[in-house]
């Protein structure tokens, strides 16, 4: 793994990143300089002091401190969404590829291809729409649209991976079909399906963001990115702090996961090794 | 080729049924009584009453569900309650602005990829190649709501140089078409490099190297024609994304188009008119798609035999 990071600067500084951002979501509470709900009408829409690194809100919530709870928002929908869909992609996706047969037909033909049908991000919002907000209804939209991806990727891995010949040698052994898939055949499938989840981090956090954006994610006055950068939209005449801040946060995590995503991918793909 | 066309068609088929299912199903996902929900608190008995009559929520599922798919085929989505207009009518209303905005976005992003993700693969490991590789990452890590209200800032606000919103000449099409096609031409762009990278491998690349052919000939001759064709099915793929991604790009530049359409919809709780929405924009994927994989077919003659 080092070797990885030593090779690959802009994956280690992602990975950095990520670190950074980590501490700040698990430490937010302890480290935001104000209370991100605490409304300070005689210091709305004041530009970055001192006081205010990050300047202030239209009800003169500190934007700092909003950035840093924020982050914990990002995190903790993003981790349960890739955990979510990655959990049930790989053992759907996985389980119908090692069966075989009808079962995996019907899961290909019929409902991952009918997922894969709708634009994603429009069935999240679809789906958020008519269920109303809120961060449980959330969550639910964007497993329903990220279990897809990882039920595709454990397919192809799958029926690549049982024709190996350690699969044949452990059945070969007495060991049960089950057994097999769980503790041979999902092993060896784990390094993409781990590649998959770097990225699908970034999309989890831009699409949590999408969503608060349009009104549809976490409900106010929790603080999310999307939903500052919603609130940002009427004050670009007088307070472009509000934008630039909230985006930057946002523009610098999705990155991190995209970098260190990127390289992984390339560093496990023998086709682009060189 | 027909055959091709007619097997495809009959895919796309149940994949319509699925979609239009899915979305007639959406109203009964609201938790509590979707017809309350629209017209909100302190509506009169007999008047949620009349809306459940009107919007048929009042007769068996299955009843519903015959009457929707029938209204369909003969183009009814139903009423918007808001607007008190057919669904149809506003969205055949708002359809065109959508249609130019998209196409606009895909052609800056085309624009900006080919040449950019060709000099990326021949400088491959190079400087060029890795600023355009960051910058690319970069792209697909910027949502078009935080790169909109920057570009507004920068080129509106600062430099007083673009309109801010709304739709009208040239200008008001450039921050739009911008913002909505950044995410596609950072996609794209790292498409043609991988598939340039393929092409100049292979032996008629050699070939024509070897006969003495200058390298801009070989490039721009054999290897991009080549090369270009699995780009075609992404920026197909991508096209129905953009659509979706339209709602964002028209709220935040006010662009009268269907995504701000849906936006207005699913604030006001006009369900007939979200749901009306949402199958447009899904069949429109839909659509782009199968045109996609013909087109694909067309210029790639070994699709059509596997």
């Not at chain 1, 497993?143 to 044949?168: C, D, H, M, P, S």
């Not at chain 2, 003969?74 to 057919?86: K, L, T």
Request: hydrophobic fraction near 55%.
């Amino acid at each position: 793994m080092t070797d990885f990071f030593r090779r690959n600067k802009l994956a280690a500084l992602g990975f950095g990143m990520i670190v950074v951002l980590l501490v700040a979501a698990l430490l937010g509470p302890w480290l935001a300089p104000y209370d991100v709900a605490a409304q300070r009408l005689e210091d709305r829409l004041t530009g970055p002091t001192w006081h205010h690194p990050f300047g202030t809100d239209d009800l003169g919530r500190d934007i700092l401190s909003r950035i840093l709870l924020g982050a914990r928002v990002s995190m903790r929908v993003g981790a349960t969404v890739v955990l979510l869909s990655g959990i049930f992609g790989v053992l759907v996706g996985g389980l119908a590829a090692y069966v075989g047969g009808r079962l995996d037909a019907f899961v290909t033909a019929v409902v991952i291809n009918s997922l894969m049908a709708f634009p994603g991000t429009l069935l999240a919002i679809a789906l958020v729409a008519f269920l109303g907000p809120g961060l449980d209804k959330l969550i639910f939209a964007l497993t329903i649209i990220g279990w897809v991806g990882y039920a595709r990727l454990a397919r192809g891995q799958v029926l690549k991976v049982k024709t190996f010949e350690f699969v044949e040698a452990a059945r070969a052994l007495g060991a049960s079909r089950l057994r097999v898939f769980f503790h041979h055949v999902i092993p060896s499938i784990i390094q993409p399906v781990l590649v998959q989840a770097s990225i699908g981090m970034a999309g989890a956090i831009l699409a949590e963001a999408s969503l608060s954006f349009l009104g549809l994610g976490i409900t106010p006055p929790a603080p999310s990115w999307g939903a500052m950068l919603n609130d940002a939209r009427n004050h670009l005449f007088d307070a472009p702090h509000m934008v630039i801040f909230p985006s930057m946060a946002l523009v610098i995590t999705v990155l991190s996961f995209n970098l260190l995503g990127d390289a992984l991918r390339d560093w496990l793909d023998p086709k682009t090794k060189t | 080729m027909a055959a091709f066309i007619v097997r495809r068609l009959a895919l796309t088929l149940p994949v319509v049924w699925i979609v239009v299912t899915l979305v007639f199903s959406l109203i009964h996902l609201v938790p509590g009584d979707p017809v309350a929900q629209m017209l909100g608190e302190g509506a009169a008995v007999t008047q949620v009453e009349a809306m459940r009559h009107d919007l048929g929520l009042d007769q068996p599922l299955l009843t519903q569900y015959r009457t929707y798919m029938a209204g369909l085929l003969r183009g009814n989505m139903g009423q918007s309650f808001r607007n008190q207009e057919p669904v149809t009518t506003a969205i055949k209303r708002r359809y065109p602005a959508t249609i130019e905005l998209a196409l606009a976005a895909a052609l800056f992003s085309v624009l900006i990829a080919i040449p950019f993700g060709v000099v990326s693969a021949i400088r491959r490991g190079r400087a060029a190649d890795q600023i355009i590789g960051f910058v690319s990452l970069l792209g697909v890590s910027l949502p078009n709501f935080a790169l909109g209200p920057m570009m507004i800032l920068l080129f509106s606000i600062t430099f007083g140089l673009l309109p801010v919103s709304g739709r009208g000449d040239f200008s008001h099409l450039v921050l739009p078409s911008v913002t909505m096609g950044a995410a596609l031409a950072a996609i794209t762009t790292r498409m043609v490099r991988g598939s340039m990278l393929e092409e100049i491998r292979q032996d008629y690349v050699r070939t024509a190297r070897a006969k003495g052919l200058n390298e801009r000939i070989v490039i721009l001759r054999h290897a991009f024609r080549n090369g270009l064709i699995p780009v075609i099915t992404i920026l197909g793929l991508q096209m129905g994304a953009l659509l979706a991604g339209a709602i964002i790009t028209e709220l935040i530049f006010s662009w009268p188009g269907l995504g701000s359409l849906t936006f207005q919809a699913i604030s006001a709780r006009d369900y007939p008119l979200a749901q009306g929405c949402f199958l447009v924009i899904a069949l429109s994927y839909i659509l782009i798609n199968l045109v996609t994989d013909i087109l694909y077919s067309l210029v790639d003659p070994r699709i059509r035999y596997d």
